[in-house]
């Protein structure tokens, strides 16, 4: 019972010392000025891949080239945000104007788009971290996680009861 024991606690700790270190580095890369962007749709595959993070460093709209890969809102749907390549510029009447293309995608997005004065431009993704973070906010992991703590806050708690509760009979 020992070194089952043993091989539970060491797992936890692990368990345990991942998560603080992914809490750390997420913490650090949303000080250092990086935007999490998740990934819902494969229209970015292979490059970003369904349930990643992209994670976007604002840059200049003016600074944007062909083949960044850039964070905007949708112009169709209001609220959401679309992760596509650049593709072309070109000047207008009105200033540039940008076309993107899904990398996935055979044609490009049906929208010419002029970019605010900042935009998210894609640093680099990780890889499933996306669904991790997009799970975490439906309710049933929510009640999940928080039964799991309960459950294991109650399962310590009468642990230690029992273990006084034996050392009080035996002495």
Do not use: C
């Not at 000080?31 to 990934?39: L, M, Y």
């Not at 945000?81 to 009105?94: G, P």
């Not at 899904?102 to 788009?113: H, K, L, Q, Y």
């Amino acid at each position: 019972m020992g070194s089952f024991g043993t091989i539970m606690r060491t797992t936890a700790t692990l368990v345990a010392g991942v998560a603080v270190v992914g809490v750390f580095a997420y913490a650090a890369l949303l000080v250092a000025g990086f935007k999490p962007v998740e990934v819902y749709s494969g229209s970015m595959v292979p490059t970003i891949r369904v349930g990643a993070i992209a994670f976007d460093r604002p840059v200049a709209g003016r600074s944007v080239r062909v083949g960044d890969v850039i964070t905007f809102r949708d112009p169709y749907t209001k609220g959401r945000l679309v992760t596509h390549r650049v593709i072309r510029i070109f000047h207008t009447n009105h200033g540039l104007a940008y076309r993107t293309k899904g990398d996935a995608n055979p044609n490009r997005d049906p929208w010419t788009i002029a970019l605010p004065d900042r935009v998210g431009r894609v640093s680099f993704s990780a890889p499933y971290v996306g669904f991790v973070l997009w799970y975490a906010h439906t309710r049933e992991v929510r009640a999940a996680l928080i039964l799991l703590v309960a459950l294991l806050v109650l399962f310590s708690t009468l642990r230690r009861i029992w273990r006084d509760d034996a050392g009080a009979v035996q002495a």
